[in-house]
């Protein structure tokens, strides 16, 4: 097999003290695959400037004027991790044989790229790099994360354990992932909706080489909001049920206050309240959570994701999946 075209795309969002340090280590990383012919010499770096305040931009235009290797691009503002990824892969799809995304703080060891090209030459057409231990996490980080796990599996979201944004993606798969027409992204629960085969490296996970992290609480809490409301439409039947719920003990409420009235051991006007109060609350949370029902079908209409993703076809053709 000829060796692939790989391209490596990077995030910086205000990276201007650890990019030298990760440019660096790439700069050997792929000399040493071209090397040893597991990579084409065409592979390229490309660093997506996402509307950074420092000097990420100088060290990208420097990296650039030194090695035609790195290639920059940079976005007019902050548009988010997710989007500058999605910036990346875009530019990289229609000239790559696989793409790798990958932090510029290096806490992803770039070694496992030996692992993605060894998977990917195997016939993998998604390779996850999966930590194996989150040792250099803080332990409110570690255990936030492992919730949210969790919490993603329960809303039917299939995501990858200790999976981040390090990942490899074939030509094919990058295409078909940039086929989801949405808006709001959390990448990592939808490259599983791709379907196709898919291997697993594990590596250590390092600490930042330089900065600091640009994902704070509040950032994070909301990167948390957006996979839960991006990729799952539960929250709203869980509503659903409650009002299904709440209607049902309406009815025993109901039942109870009627024998109460008939004993009368009631203040006048009490008996009329409570069923109200538990009938109408109860037939309100179930129309909302139906409304509900109807919106998340409107809101997924509007992402507009492929319905089919095309992995073979037995027909004579081109190659580009047209007969
Ligand atoms: N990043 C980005 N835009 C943002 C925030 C972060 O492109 O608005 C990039 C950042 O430069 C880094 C990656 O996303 O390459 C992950 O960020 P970071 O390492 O700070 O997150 P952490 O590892 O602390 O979760
Ligand atoms: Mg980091």
């Known amino acids: 097999m000829k060796a692939p075209k790989l391209f490596i795309v990077i995030p910086c969002y205000n990276e201007q003290e650890a990019l030298p340090i990760t440019a660096k280590r790439l700069t050997a990383l792929t000399d040493d695959m071209i090397e040893r012919r597991l990579i084409d010499p065409a592979s390229r770096i490309v660093l997506v400037d996402d509307g950074s305040r420092d000097e990420t931009w100088r060290v990208i235009e420097g990296l650039r004027a030194e090695d035609g290797r790195f290639e920059g691009v940079k976005l007019a503002h ?32 770039v070694n496992a790229m030996y692992g993605f090209l060894e998977a990917f030459a195997a016939g993998a057409d998604v390779v996850y790099g999966v930590r194996s231990s989150r040792k250099t996490d803080t332990a409110f980080k570690r255990n936030t994360a492992q919730l949210f796990y969790r919490l993603m599996g329960r809303l039917g979201v ?42 697993k490296v594990y590596f250590e996970r390092g600490e930042r080489v330089a900065g600091e992290s640009k994902y704070p609480l509040k950032k994070m809490i909301a990167f948390a909001m957006e996979g839960v409301t991006s990729l799952s439409n539960k929250p709203i039947r869980y509503v659903l049920l409650l ?10 409420m109901a039942v109870y206050v009627i024998v109460s009235l008939v004993r009368g051991h009631t203040v006048a006007g009490w008996a009329s309240i409570m069923m109200s109060i538990w009938l109408l609350g109860g037939l309100q949370l179930m129309a909302l959570g139906l409304i509900g029902e109807y919106v998340g079908k409107i809101y997924l209409e509007t992402k507009r994701r492929p319905k089919f993703i095309l992995e073979e076809h037995l027909w004579e053709g081109t190659g580009d999946g047209k007969p």
């Open 78 to 109: 902050n548009a988010g991790h997710m989007n500058a990824l999605w910036a990346g892969m875009t530019l990289c799809a229609d000239r790559c044989d696989c793409c790798v995304t990958i932090d510029a703080d290096l806490q992803d060891d």
């Open 158 to 199: 299939e995501m990858v354990y200790n999976h981040a944004d390090y990942r490899l993606l074939s030509r094919r798969a990058l295409e078909a992932l940039l086929s989801f027409g949405e808006v709001n992204m959390f990448l990592r629960g939808m490259v599983p909706m791709l379907g196709f085969k898919s291997a």
């Open 243 to 252: 009002g299904a719920l709440c209607a049902l003990l309406g009815v025993v």
